[in-house]
């Protein structure tokens, strides 16, 4: 069966330090990925999907960067924080095509301080 | 792009009872409707989903209609119990490379005892 991690589940962070969020999948090839940001009791807002290695979509411009580096890694970056990234990222994973559910990460709260 | 409009924001039943959540979706070419319950802390997980070319969909206390004319579909929850309390995303994806959801802003349901 098909597993998705991300790590680390909290991090607190000062405003200006980099950041590296990791997803892996298991159980799968060549899924698509997903980054998403959630700020507290809001909606889910898309930063970055992939559909292959290498292959980075940026939906909003931003503080952050996304690496593909692997087929089922996707990474999620940023060289400065700021305190507007503050909030709970989700990396998602779907069947390559359309019409497929997504199955969401545990998440990790990032906290910029 | 597509839009997804969901209401209410809130919804507070008692136990037993019925809850009813509303979604608009403004592209008529979306054929994918997935529904996504998330609970504090943790990431979105899918609980049911219907495809463009079916009105109705249900699993056990859980149903989904799709309205393509009015573009409209609406999770149904029947004999509500305090475990449905959680937050309900809709989502819509249009048949396009990448497989991207555009999510509505949430409902929070609380159930009663």
């Known amino acids: 069966s098909q597993t998705i991690h991300q790590w680390p589940a909290t991090l607190v962070q000062p405003v200006g330090s980099p950041l590296s969020l990791e997803c892996t999948v298991e159980?799968?090839?060549?899924?698509?990925l997903y980054w998403y940001r959630q700020a507290a009791g809001r909606g889910l807002q898309l930063l970055f999907y992939s559909v292959g290695i290498g292959q980075i979509s940026s939906e909003v411009p931003q503080n952050l960067s996304a690496s593909r580096p692997q087929d089922r890694q996707f990474i999620l970056s940023s060289k400065k924080l700021l305190l507007s990234d503050s909030g709970f990222y989700l990396c998602?994973?779907?069947?390559?095509?359309?019409?497929?559910?997504?199955?969401f990460g545990s998440g990790t709260r990032l906290t910029v301080v | 792009g597509e839009n997804v409009e969901q209401h209410p924001s809130t919804l507070s039943v008692q136990e037993g009872d019925s809850a009813v959540i509303k979604c608009t979706y403004s592209?008529?070419?979306?054929?994918?409707f997935p529904w996504y319950k998330q609970e504090l802390g943790k990431g979105p997980q899918l609980i049911i989903d219907i495809r463009s070319n079916v009105g109705e969909k249900k699993d056990q206390r859980i149903a989904v209609t799709l309205n393509k004319t009015a573009k409209h579909f609406s999770l149904h929850i029947t004999e509500t119990q305090p475990e449905d309390s959680a937050v309900y995303f809709c989502a819509a994806s249009l048949p396009r490379a990448g497989n991207k959801l555009t999510f509505g802003g949430g409902t929070r349901v609380l159930v009663k005892p």
């Open positions: 159980g799968t090839s060549n899924p698509n």
């Open positions: 592209d008529s070419a979306s054929n994918y």
């Open positions: 998602a994973w779907s069947r390559a095509g359309p019409d497929y559910g997504y199955t």
